[in-house]
């Protein structure tokens, strides 16, 4: 039967979650905010309603959202990633007034959004962990909390906070002097960014390889994981590129950690698709981070290596369908790499580029090529959201194959207006511990000289932008 679902998103993906609704045959809502009013996901969708004019305010209202479904009379809710994605009063919201929400159910998000409480979950159910506090007590008692487990476990230590996600309100401490000072300014920042000024302490596992597993469930309780991504290339705890599946020798530990990631998922009563988060330390130990709640950035290199389509089957769980294959089902077939192309200047602290215009767009394309973007020629990129433009995911028998593929689109890759990440991954690429699978979260640290590039426009590219200059004025600027 065919049935309204809202999207309660934007950017890529917002089209991403559009392009499946329709696919299964059912009616999409797009929802947005007054500066996405040229945005290709309210072309795209079915039917748009507009929230008000933000910027971000109105997508993060739960009370304008809901309303805007029952407008449309939709049944369902997908919500993305970021917003309003892992707030578990949305969720709760949606499942008071009848509103399907795309995801699980509100309990389970409110567990795991709080750290502390996911590590007792996860505690009980023999999960391995990272040494760590519960929540610190509020004010002096919370100081010498910390202090005693910092005496007893040795520096560093990551202080985090307790309701914190997506690589916020996370920062290392190596010494009692940097612990007193940072504890109060690491509480306003978390009640600041999360409404809850909790924090707890981790022993730091210093550069580690950041594994993680896409595990989906229905609800009868059946659970399966689609292989590891490697996400260890980050900048400032946000990740940058993502490997499916991980590249690390020992397949047997992998294995290992596919099937721990799934007794995590077990042990939280989870529903649908999430992401189970480990840390591997240099010696091949193991540790639980976190679950994430939601549909991820980077499912699409998990997409391309298994062919399991992830939002799809998000989808047709929530409307109660079970689970279409099993376990021995899922296959891994090759290596995929996703990039994501920001309007950003890596050379300039990556500082986004917000507010230009994409006058020249040409996208790559071929076997194994993969695009979710949302910018176009003449899209005039707002200031006010993030800065990612398009995901390019790429996929290859070999590692090898995948590497050269990726490096073929990048130099293709043509967006004139703002700067972007395209040439700093086209040196990440090329460098010789990339190519050879030997990369942990210090990366970017330890190989700061990839930043130091020529911002070079080939030949064919600066033709590309003149015949795009000159349709657009509908002159030669150059003539004489």
């Given at each position: 039967?065919?049935?309204?679902?809202?999207?309660?998103n934007?950017?890529?993906?917002?089209?991403?979650?559009?392009?499946?609704?329709?696919?299964?045959?059912?009616?999409?809502?797009?929802?947005?905010?007054?500066?996405?009013n040229?945005?290709?996901?309210i072309?795209?969708?079915?039917?748009?309603?507009?929230l008000?004019?933000?910027?971000?305010?109105?997508?993060?209202?739960?009370?304008?959202?809901?309303?805007?479904?029952?407008?449309?009379?939709?049944?369902?809710?997908?919500?993305?990633?970021?917003?309003?994605a892992?707030?578990?009063?949305?969720?709760?919201?949606?499942?008071?007034?009848?509103?399907?929400?795309?995801?699980?159910?509100?309990?389970?998000?409110?567990?795991?959004g709080?750290?502390?409480?996911?590590?007792?979950?996860?505690q009980?159910?023999?999960?391995?962990?990272?040494?760590?506090?519960?929540?610190?007590a509020?004010?002096?008692?919370?100081l010498?909390?910390?202090?005693?487990?910092c005496?007893?476990?040795?520096?560093?230590?990551?202080?985090?906070?307790?309701?914190?996600?997506?690589?916020?309100?996370?920062?290392?401490?190596?010494?009692?002097?940097?612990?007193?000072?940072?504890?109060?300014?690491?509480?306003?920042?978390?009640?600041?960014?999360?409404?809850?000024?909790?924090?707890?302490?981790?022993?730091?596992?210093?550069n580690?390889?950041?594994?993680?597993?896409?595990?989906?469930?229905?609800?009868?309780?059946?659970?399966?994981?689609?292989?590891?991504?490697?996400?260890?290339?980050?900048?400032?705890?946000?990740?940058?590129?993502?490997?499916?599946?991980?590249?690390?020798?020992?397949?047997?530990?992998?294995?290992?950690?596919?099937?721990t990631?799934?007794?995590?998922?077990?042990?939280?009563?989870?529903?649908?698709?999430?992401?189970?988060?480990?840390?591997?330390?240099?010696?091949?130990?193991?540790?639980?981070?976190?679950?994430?709640?939601?549909?991820?950035?980077?499912?699409?290199?998990?997409?391309?290596?298994?062919?399991?389509?992830?939002?799809?089957?998000?989808?047709?769980?929530?409307?109660?369908?079970?689970?279409?294959?099993?376990?021995?089902?899922?296959?891994?077939?090759?290596?995929?790499?996703?990039?994501?192309i920001?309007?950003?200047?890596?050379q300039?602290?990556?500082?986004?580029?917000?507010?230009?215009?994409?006058?020249?767009?040409?996208?790559?394309?071929?076997?194994?090529?993969?695009?979710?973007?949302f910018?176009?020629?003449?899209?005039?990129?707002?200031?006010?959201?993030?800065?990612?433009?398009?995901?390019?995911?790429?996929?290859?028998?070999?590692?090898?194959?995948t590497?050269?593929?990726?490096?073929?689109?990048?130099?293709?890759?043509?967006?004139?207006?703002?700067?972007?990440?395209?040439?700093?991954?086209?040196?990440?690429?090329?460098?010789?511990?990339?190519?050879?699978?030997?990369?942990?979260?210090?990366?970017?640290?330890?190989?700061?000289?990839?930043?130091?590039y020529?911002?070079?426009?080939?030949?064919?590219?600066?033709?590309?932008?003149?015949i795009?200059?000159?349709?657009?004025?509908?002159?030669?600027?150059?003539?004489?």
């Amino acid at each position: 039967m065919k049935k309204k679902i809202l999207v309660a998103n934007r950017g890529e993906i917002a089209l991403r979650l559009i392009r499946a609704i329709q696919e299964l045959g059912h009616t999409a809502v797009a929802v947005y905010e007054t500066p996405d009013n040229e945005a290709l996901h309210i072309r795209t969708a079915d039917e748009a309603v507009w929230l008000g004019d933000g910027p971000r305010s109105d997508y993060l209202n739960i009370d304008k959202v809901i309303q805007a479904a029952k407008k449309t009379g939709a049944c369902a809710i997908h919500p993305g990633y970021g917003f309003l994605a892992e707030n578990p009063d949305f969720a709760k919201a949606c499942e008071d007034n009848g509103i399907i929400f795309i995801g699980p159910p509100s309990n389970v998000i409110q567990a795991l959004g709080d750290k502390v409480t996911a590590r007792k979950i996860m505690q009980e159910a023999g999960i391995p962990l990272v040494p760590g506090t519960p929540s610190l007590a509020p004010g002096e008692a919370g100081l010498a909390e910390a202090v005693e487990f910092c005496n007893t476990h040795g520096y560093p230590v990551m202080l985090k906070a307790t309701a914190g996600g997506g690589g916020r309100g996370i920062r290392r401490i190596d010494d009692e002097k940097q612990l007193k000072a940072e504890i109060p300014v690491a509480r306003a920042e978390a009640k600041a960014a999360f409404a809850n000024d909790a924090v707890f302490l981790e022993k730091l596992v210093e550069n580690p390889k950041h594994i993680e597993v896409q595990v989906i469930a229905d609800k009868e309780g059946t659970t399966v994981h689609l292989g590891s991504r490697d996400c260890s290339i980050q900048r400032r705890n946000q990740k940058l590129i993502e490997i499916a599946p991980s590249l690390i020798p020992d397949q047997a530990l992998v294995d290992k950690i596919c099937e721990t990631a799934v007794q995590a998922a077990k042990a939280a009563k989870y529903f649908n698709a999430g992401t189970v988060e480990f840390l591997v330390d240099k010696n091949y130990n193991f540790y639980f981070m976190e679950i994430n709640t939601r549909v991820q950035v980077e499912h699409t290199v998990t997409e391309m290596v298994t062919g399991i389509d992830i939002v799809r089957t998000q989808i047709k769980l929530a409307l109660g369908k079970k689970l279409a294959f099993a376990q021995d089902d899922v296959q891994i077939r090759g290596y995929a790499i996703e990039v994501r192309i920001n309007a950003e200047d890596p050379q300039n602290n990556f500082m986004p580029e917000g507010g230009k215009t994409v006058s020249v767009y040409r996208s790559p394309g071929g076997y194994g090529v993969r695009l979710d973007g949302f910018a176009y020629q003449g899209y005039t990129i707002p200031e006010v959201y993030d800065s990612l433009l398009v995901k390019l995911t790429v996929h290859g028998f070999s590692w090898n194959e995948t590497v050269d593929r990726l490096r073929r689109c990048l130099n293709n890759f043509v967006i004139v207006g703002p700067k972007t990440t395209i040439p700093f991954y086209l040196r990440v690429i090329d460098d010789p511990d990339f190519k050879g699978g030997d990369f942990n979260t210090s990366f970017l640290d330890t190989h700061d000289y990839l930043l130091e590039y020529e911002d070079f426009t080939s030949e064919g590219n600066k033709l590309a932008h003149l015949i795009a200059e000159i349709h657009y004025r509908q002159q030669n600027p150059y003539a004489v």
